[in-house]
T-cell receptor, first 115, second 111 residues
Framework: DTAVSQTPKYLVTQMGNDKSIKCEQN?????MYWYKQDSKKFLKIMFS???????INETVPNRFSPKSPDKAHLNLHINSLELGDSAVYFC??????????????FGQGTRLTVV | QKEVEQDPGPLSVPEGAIVSLNCTYS??????FMWYRQYSRKGPELLMY????GNKEDGRFTAQVDKSSKYISLFIRDSQPSDSATYLC???????????FGKGTKLTVNP
């Protein structure tokens, strides 16, 4: 059973399009994250939700909008895609809340290519 | 100065070698220190986790934290080709879910 699953795994789209990435975790965790990994492998947090509440919102263009319908799901919608959005987007979850005492489990990543 | 600095390598060693991977950081509030391993086209997976200063050993892996020098290390003994991956250090502070990652070091262990 996959603990953190993301769909799609690969996404190729044209500039200006709107796309969504979905994430689901079956670990019963309260906290979920979106990370972006650029071409140089640098992994940076974008958003974090704890029990459907947004708790971390890094300096990310407002074209990116996360949505958490329930604590097991965290989706990422991106409007008006730009070339610079090309990256691998990782979803993660952890059971830690207001104190990192447990590990974050990462999904397989969604490789987004904007052409 | 970035919060977390990590030499991206790449690092290539023969099988059986001892590997030393390092990160330095600037934020003295960091208390939780982690090493993640990321295989090609996969998500990162937690390898070692240390709270505050000290050493932690798990099989062939040893993690060291020196808070006075703001320096952390991961040692891999008897390295194996299956250890070939990118190793990312990550840190956080109490009361935060935010992990701050280093850029990762790509390691290749040659048979």
């Amino acid at each position: 059973d996959t603990a953190v699953s993301q769909t799609p795994k690969y996404l190729v789209t044209q500039m200006g399009n709107d796309k969504s990435i979905k994430c689901e975790q079956n670990l019963g965790h309260d906290t979920m994250y979106w990370y972006k990994q650029d071409s140089k492998k640098f992994l940076k947090i974008m958003f974090s939700y704890n029990n459907k509440e947004l708790i971390i919102n890094e300096t990310v263009p407002n074209r990116f909008s996360p949505k958490s319908p329930d604590k097991a799901h965290l989706n990422l919608h991106i409007n008006s895609l730009e070339l610079g959005d090309s990256a691998v987007y990782f979803c993660a979850s952890s059971s830690g809340s207001r104190g990192l005492d447990t590990e974050a489990f990462f999904g397989q990543g969604t490789r987004l290519t904007v052409v | 100065q970035k919060e977390v600095e990590q030499d991206p390598g790449p690092l290539s060693v023969p099988e059986g070698a001892i590997v030393s991977l390092n990160c330095t950081y600037s934020n003295s509030a960091f208390q939780y220190f982690m090493w993640y391993r990321q295989y090609s086209r996969k998500g990162p997976e937690l390898l070692m986790y240390t709270y505050s200063s000290g050493n932690k050993e798990d099989g062939r892996f040893t993690a060291q934290v020196d808070k006075s020098s703001k320096y952390i290390s991961l040692f891999i003994r008897d390295s194996q080709p299956s250890d070939s991956a990118t190793y990312l250090c990550a840190m956080s502070w109490s009361g935060s879910e935010k992990l701050v990652f280093g850029k990762g070091t790509k390691l290749t262990v040659n048979p």
